[in-house]
């Protein structure tokens, strides 16, 4: 069952005088985690814009085609309806952060969907809690830093409870360690509440196994789409210029080399070191 999914989708910003994106016909399986990839520039955030209702409602511009998300006709929702089902994390956290203190704005958006204040309170503190920023709760957002304003920001979109959550590049300000602890608690929000991820990243070292189906994205549209070992490990991803996993490269490279291992393409380094010590023992 499809959580999303665009037929033709073309937009232009206004204007723009050619598409951002082009021609883009895609489906997100519900309860999938998505790792949207590609060259800088190539239509990625447009993307992310079209499945929360940003564009057309904000972004005017010139949309063609169709897009639906949770089986809601984007074009036919206004952005406080698709809020419900739908919640995106930017890239800069400033340009969701803006109350007095952090636990007023991670309350913010389900206030405004009012939920009862008893449970409000539980999904904040949960919130919080889940991305590490709990002891800061008092704080006012302008004071931290900027991977602390980050996890203000998902911890936000996480208390909302979405059915799909779309996240930016969400750990750009974030240091390898911080962005990897981040990643660990989507994967966990996917896996135990079936949240629908779906997330733009180019470190794919920290977030390829994580994924169960990839999307690359380049001059506006989908050139690759499907499991992430099969795409990957093509030669097309690598001259596109996607940052392809170390391990998987190490392991083409070993395969070239005539070396003998397993046909499951590694995607980190745990999987590679597997991969490694079976060869060994097989020796």
């Known amino acids: 069952m499809s959580v999303i999914e665009t037929r033709n989708l073309t937009y232009t910003y206004p204007g723009g005088t050619r598409p951002s994106i082009r021609s883009v016909s895609m489906k997100i ?49 206004p952005i406080y309806e698709l809020a419900k089902h739908v919640g995106l994390v930017f890239q800069n956290p400033e340009n969701q952060l803006f109350a007095l203190s ?45 991977g602390q304003q980050q996890r203000v920001a998902i911890a936000s979109v996480l208390a909302m409870q979405p059915e799909v959550m779309v996240l930016d590049e969400p750990t750009s300000f974030l240091d390898p360690l911080g962005a990897k602890r981040i990643f660990e608690v989507i994967y966990q929000l996917n896996r135990k509440l079936g949240i629908t991820v779906v997330l733009v990243e180019h470190r794919l070292d920290l977030t390829a196994k994580y994924a169960d189906h990839i999307i690359i994205i380049d001059n506006g549209e ?55 010590r079976e060869a060994l023992e097989s020796r």
């Open 29 to 77: 399986g519900k309860g999938e985690f998505v790792l949207v990839t590609g060259p800088s520039g190539c239509g990625k955030t447009t993307l992310c814009r079209c499945f929360n209702g940003l564009i057309p409602h904000f972004y005017q511009g010139d949309l063609k085609g169709e897009v639906k998300v949770a089986g809601h006709t984007v074009v036919e929702q």
């Open 102 to 146: 952090v636990e007023k704005d991670v309350a913010f958006g389900i206030e405004n969907l009012g939920v009862p204040r008893e449970e409000m309170r539980k999904r904040v503190d949960w919130a919080l809690k889940l991305t590490g920023i709990y002891h800061l709760r008092e704080r006012a957002p302008h004071e931290l830093s900027g």
């Open 222 to 276: 989908v050139v690759l789409d499907g499991e992430p070992q099969r795409i990957l490990g093509s030669e097309e991803a690598r001259l596109i210029g996607v940052g392809i996993p170390k391990a998987t490269r190490l392991y083409q490279m070993l395969q070239n080399d005539g070396v003998d291992l397993i046909n499951t393409i590694p995607l980190g380094s745990d999987e590679m070191a597997a991969v490694l």
